[in-house]
């Protein structure tokens, strides 16, 4: 039943120059149960941390980042909520911000992904509406922008010429319309091919961050609502890599073809199951993503080796001193980063000073307390930068 289901995800492949949409065949698909836990624990992982205290100008001031991306000495943060490109280097100090809010040259209504080409220096950030993308130098300057006929709630970049992007409902851009999925582009914007990977027609297709992409291995990881993660390569080449079984959390097939408009849909929102990920982020065998669980963000972490996966609302961390969140990004170095803002560092004070005395506990957090204390006094938000240990890294599935 499970080879049935995935199976007529993957539907009609166009195959054109450029960047191609051949399905590999890799034969059968991993497999993921999931389970619940206390919490999950990153620090098996890590093999050391260290933190970077971001420079606090007014023209630095961020809401809530869903994406973090450092090359080289550049550190550059996406905010969908302002709509907005924030760039630090790696010591904390504030280089530019690009919000080009309009209807102009190089303007844009909104902000929905964001990547990076680090051979050519080149940011790349994508406008779901109207549809564009612009290109940056790694000083900030826009070097060009042009308009696509799709655009992607997520995108990212495949190669040398190739860009995928995603949708989980119809695109329509006022003349035809492509079924939800993945759809390729070449880099000036023109349209490859389409419907790679089915998305879903219903409302669970995600959670606040809607990001579904992740740059891995020269190509791709795609987290589809569909309880699937597939690998797309670096010409477009697609597979699925793993099915995340969630036993009776699964969503149920009934619910997935209510629409927001349907009578039925309260039905679908007053129930305990799966209903919505994002947020990928992959290393080694591990992959790592938020869901939606009764109501609330959990955190979910499958390890492709082992073929075992737990989710929980907490993140600890057993063998390092700072206490980890949930990252939004990881770097060219290997290591994972998440970041602490300022009403996040202002909470987790709260919380410390209601909290019991505990030696085991004051031991792990006593880094951190010092952290805090300095980042409120100066009023500073806070990147961790989270070392993977290699073997993790180079660990096969």
């Not at 630095?60 to 080289?72: D, P």
């Not at 992740?214 to 477009?236: H, K």
Request: with cysteine; hydrophobic share 40%; glycine share 8%.
């Amino acid at each position: 039943m499970k080879t049935l289901i995935i199976n007529s995800l993957l539907i009609g492949i166009i195959i054109l120059s450029g960047c191609t949409s051949k399905r590999k065949d890799t034969g059968s698909i991993k497999t993921v149960k999931f389970e619940s836990a206390d919490a999950i624990d990153l620090g098996q992982f890590i093999e050391r941390v260290h933190l970077v205290q971001l420079e606090n100008r007014p023209e630095s001031a961020f809401i809530e980042i869903y994406k973090v991306i450092v090359v080289g000495e550049n550190i550059f943060m996406l905010d969908k909520r302002l709509e907005a490109v924030f760039c630090f280097d790696t010591t904390g100090k504030f280089k530019y911000r690009i919000q080009r809010i309009g209807r102009g040259p190089g303007e844009y209504k909104e902000l929905d992904a964001m990547w990076v080409k680090p051979a050519e220096k080149e940011l790349w950030l994508q406008s779901f509406w109207p549809s564009r993308i612009m290109v940056y130098n790694f000083d900030g300057r826009l070097l060009r922008d042009f308009p696509i006929r799709w655009s992607g709630k997520d995108m990212i970049g495949l190669g040398d010429n190739c860009i995928a992007g995603f949708n989980t409902t119809n695109s329509n851009d006022g003349i035809d319309s492509i079924p939800g999925g993945v759809f390729l582009l070449n880099e000036k914007g023109k349209l490859k091919s389409q419907s790679l990977i089915a998305g879903n027609n219903f409302p669970f297709w995600g959670v606040n961050y809607q990001r579904y992409f992740e740059e891995f291995e020269n190509g791709a990881l795609l987290l589809n609502q569909s309880d699937t993660i597939y690998r797309i390569n670096e010409s477009g080449e697609s597979s699925p890599e793993v099915f995340l079984d969630w036993g009776k959390l699964k969503y149920p097939e009934k619910f997935k073809v209510i629409g927001f408009d349907s009578p039925l849909y309260q039905e679908t929102k007053d129930v305990n199951y799966i209903s919505g990920k994002d947020q990928l982020i992959a290393f080694g065998p591990i992959r790592l993503f938020r869901i939606i669980l009764d109501h609330h963000m959990e955190l979910a972490m499958a390890n492709l080796s082992t073929g075992e996966g737990s989710f929980s609302d907490q993140f600890n961390s057993s063998n390092v001193k700072v206490p980890l969140l949930y990252p939004l990004g990881k770097s060219d170095k290997g290591e994972l980063i998440g970041i602490y803002d300022i009403d996040l560092l202002m909470a987790y004070r709260d919380s410390r000073s209601s909290q019991p005395k505990d030696p085991k506990a004051d031991e792990l957090y006593q880094v951190m307390d010092s952290i805090v204390k300095s980042a409120l006094a100066q009023d500073r938000p806070v990147l961790w930068f989270a070392k993977i240990k290699n073997e993790w890294l180079s660990k096969s599935l």
